[in-house]
């Protein structure tokens, strides 16, 4: 299954409030012991996942398409099939999201499987992958 998307880079958004049509699917992570706290969205503002990065995430990949919103729920589908949330309760996102929204949208993964993850979502699912 291929979804209309394009890889783009932080750096092509020149304005964190510049509005993005279509919109854009990311994937940010901040370490933990062991592995990471991984979390997939979707967002019109570079300003989302910008905030994260600031609250010390690494930005992973992001797409840009019209299959934006379709990807973001392919890669939440194969991540909840395999990994348990990360918070149990919104209160323990807190130092992580601050009071962005999204707490229901992270993964903890084991350190040793993020790249082959990254690269099962940009092979198997992006459109020329």
Do not use: N
Request: aromatic share 10%; charged share 25%; hydrophobic share 35%.
């Amino acid at each position: 299954m291929a979804i209309d998307v394009v890889r783009v880079s932080d750096s092509d958004f020149r304005y964190s409030g510049e509005r993005q049509r279509p919109g854009m699917t990311y994937i940010v992570s901040w370490p933990i012991p062991g592995g990471r706290i991984l979390k997939a969205g979707v967002s019109d503002y570079p300003a989302r996942w910008r905030k994260f990065v600031a609250k010390g995430a690494e930005l992973h990949a992001l797409w840009r398409g019209a299959g934006h919103v379709r990807l973001e729920q392919e890669i939440h589908r194969r991540l909840s099939a395999t990994y348990p949330c990360a918070f149990p309760y919104r209160e323990d996102a807190q130092p992580y999201l601050g009071s962005l929204g999204g707490w229901m949208e992270c993964y903890a993964v084991p350190e040793s499987d993020l790249s082959v993850l990254l690269e099962e979502v940009e092979s198997g699912l992006v459109q020329g992958g």
